[in-house]
């Protein structure tokens, strides 16, 4: 009987032991706010691997995201279809959403999930005017279609609803989208989603994996200060400003050599410009035209155009502008009132700087020969023919055909190598 109650006692005594010892399961998150470009993709690829080695038992991507580059989303979908732990995107908060390139992104996850109030959808392709020609048409929606497709086959959810969002550009909420079988299920918050997670299956590349998620300790992880100087350096609008004042300041210090401040400010925002630049899509026929626009408006100064080469110089930085950034996405686009205000503010610096440039041509000459005519100077002594005048601080040999008092006031009409011609003034 002893026996027997130790042998019970020393079982009861190791599960409790087990119990306490073992830990419990963490869950890494992350969130993406914000359109889909390659400081996306570097932080989705370094949570996945942090994640994977650290040993967690999965990933969650808080998304809401307007779209993005398509390039940049293939390589994130790949690197979550090729995760060795299980990446759930978590459509989120309330009111967000995954559109464009961010549906591709939901699709793919392991456990597609989606809070109240949320929608997604809306993956046509599209140009930047919002049209393209027939063939290019049907190209870009049948590779988007097909890829959408294959997500959708591999996770085991609505293809057909997957193909009609890049189609016909359907969205959907987060209730229809479970009663569809396009998200597995609707969460209110992390820890709901959890509990909802236990025990749920899915399928890696080294196997079969089984969650135990219920309870789970959360570890978020939030972007380093590289990654959100670079996220912002990556944003189209802010690389077209950051080139836009590199130009200008560049300008300026030519326009007045020695001023320092504008050329040194001037260089550090054309290279972070095209530091940005050439990490997004660019359209090289847009970068030209803005160049021509550059040109044109230098020439402005040079050549007397009433202002033709200005309005040229403008409708060119326009056309440019609008086609620099070659993407179909409207998240990778350079916002119509960023390409305005620029327009209008390199326009009006360069009619303020024709505006001065052909004042200064007015200006009567200050020195030289040229400056000394019509000054007013005092005569040292009288004189009939010739004499000595007192000149714009230097003394002067004067002639004069009409005679000068000691002391009066004469004005230079002429200049005959060191003799100055003079008149009395009254």
């Not at 809306?122 to 048409?137: N, Q």
């Not at 080139?243 to 040194?264: Q, R």
Request: charge should be negative.
């Amino acid at each position: 009987m002893k026996r027997g109650m130790i042998v019970v006692l020393w079982a009861i005594s190791v599960f409790a032991l087990q119990t306490v010892a073992a830990p419990a399961a963490t869950v890494e998150v992350i969130t993406v706010d914000g359109p889909i470009g390659p400081v996306t993709q570097m932080v989705i690829d370094g949570a996945i691997k942090d994640a994977e080695d650290t040993g967690a038992e999965a990933l969650i991507i808080e998304l809401d995201t307007p779209g993005g580059l398509m390039t940049t989303t293939k390589e994130i979908t790949q690197s979550i279809l090729n995760a060795n732990i299980p990446v759930i995107v978590y459509v989120a908060p309330s009111g967000a959403s995954a559109t464009s390139a961010g549906i591709f992104i939901l699709i793919s996850a392991h456990f597609a999930v989606m809070a109240p109030g949320t929608n997604a959808g809306a993956a046509h392709p599209v140009m930047l005017e919002g049209k393209m020609d027939s063939v290019m048409s049907v190209k870009a929606e049948s590779d988007a279609a097909a890829n959408i497709r294959a997500l959708a086959l591999r996770r085991g959810r609505n293809a057909d609803w997957a193909e009609r969002a890049v189609r016909h550009s359907e969205s959907i909420t987060a209730d229809a989208a479970v009663d569809s079988h396009v998200v597995n299920f609707v969460a209110s918050n992390i820890d709901d989603l959890l509990d909802s997670l236990q025990d749920r299956t899915t399928n890696l590349p080294r196997g079969d994996v089984k969650l135990n998620t219920k309870g789970a300790n959360v570890q978020r992880t939030e972007m380093t200060w590289r990654e959100r100087v670079l996220s912002v350096l990556t944003n189209p609008n802010i690389a077209y400003i950051l080139m836009s004042i590199g130009w200008l300041g560049i300008l300026m210090e030519l326009y007045h050599p020695g001023a320092i401040f504008p050329g040194v400010v001037g260089a550090i925002c054309l290279i972070l410009g095209f530091y940005s630049l050439q990490t997004l899509p660019i359209n090289y026929a847009g970068l030209a035209l803005i160049g021509l626009a550059i040109l044109l408006f230098i020439l402005e100064l040079k050549i007397v155009s009433h202002g033709l080469l200005t309005i040229g110089g403008a409708i060119a930085m326009v056309i440019g502008s609008v086609m620099l950034i070659d993407s179909a996405e409207p998240g990778a686009r350079i916002s119509l009132t960023v390409i305005l205000a620029m327009v209008g503010t390199v326009v009006a610096f360069f009619i303020l700087a024709m505006a001065l440039a052909l004042k200064a041509r007015s200006r009567r000459p200050v020195t030289g020969d040229e400056g000394l005519i019509g000054q007013i100077g005092h005569a040292k002594s009288s004189f009939d023919a010739t004499g000595m005048i007192y000149v714009a601080g230097e003394y002067w040999q004067a002639s004069t055909t009409v005679p000068v008092a000691d002391g009066a006031r004469v004005q230079v009409i002429a200049k005959n190598g060191m003799v100055l011609t003079v008149k009395p003034v009254e």
